[in-house]
T-cell receptor, first 112, second 113 residues
């Protein structure tokens, strides 16, 4: 069946370093991808999105990379800060099935 | 403007009782989603509404779960005869239309005792 999954369930990064969170998806029809950040006790918060006609998109301190050949998505966070500590989810949908399918999440911990 | 609002924020109920969870989406958003999140887990899709189309109920785990969306706005998720395994955070999200980013509420934490 369709799935969106993450390679690593936990990631610890030194404050100030860059972090990379990975996500694999299985549905070749997926054409829209979103990264969400979820802090403890809160709902997921939109970070950045990318459509399948793009390979890269940049936001403030974040970059999303999409490799459609290997069905891989990554979120890069530059110069991590303590406030970046959270669980990060990737999600996808595709035309004709527009409910978002979420991956299992990666917990990012920033070490001071 | 206001974001997605969910109520109650916390609900403790006895096993076997029915519960109703409410979601007020962002005004003008035509798409509305319900997800369930167990402790330390990912988001499990439950149901999706898009405008006046028939909802996608493919994620509802049993016939004890139902949801409706009145007037294309407020949605209510109802769980009948609650069981302990229903304990989770129930998250609602809305989107301007299907295929765009969804904005989440803070969730309702349901505890069945």
């Amino acid at each position: 069946g369709e799935s969106v999954g993450l390679h690593l369930p936990t990631l610890s990064v030194q404050e100030g370093d860059n972090s990379i969170i990975n996500c694999a998806y299985s549905n070749s029809a997926s054409d829209y991808f979103i990264w969400y950040k979820q802090e403890s006790g809160k709902g997921p918060q939109f970070i950045i999105d990318i459509r399948s006609n793009m390979d890269k998109r940049q936001g403030q301190r974040v970059t999303v990379l999409l490799n459609k050949t290997v069905k891989h998505l990554s979120l890069q966070i530059a110069a991590t800060q303590p406030g970046d500590s959270a669980v990060y989810f990737c999600a996808e949908n595709h035309f004709g099935n527009e409910k978002l399918t979420f991956g299992t999440g990666t917990r990012l911990t920033i070490i001071p | 403007g206001a974001g997605v609002s969910q109520s109650p924020s916390n609900k403790v109920t006895e096993k076997g009782k029915d519960v109703e969870l409410r979601c007020d989406p962002i005004s003008g958003h035509t798409a509305l989603y319900w997800y369930r999140q167990s402790l330390g887990q990912g988001l499990e899709f439950l149901i999706y509404f898009q405008g006046n189309s028939a909802p996608d109920k493919s994620g509802l785990p049993s016939d004890r779960f139902s949801a409706e969306r009145t007037g294309g706005s407020v949605s209510t998720l109802t769980i009948q005869r609650t069981q302990q395994e229903d304990s989770a955070v129930y998250l609602c999200a809305s989107s301007p239309r299907a295929g765009l980013e969804a904005f989440f509420g803070q969730g309702t934490r349901l505890t069945v005792v």
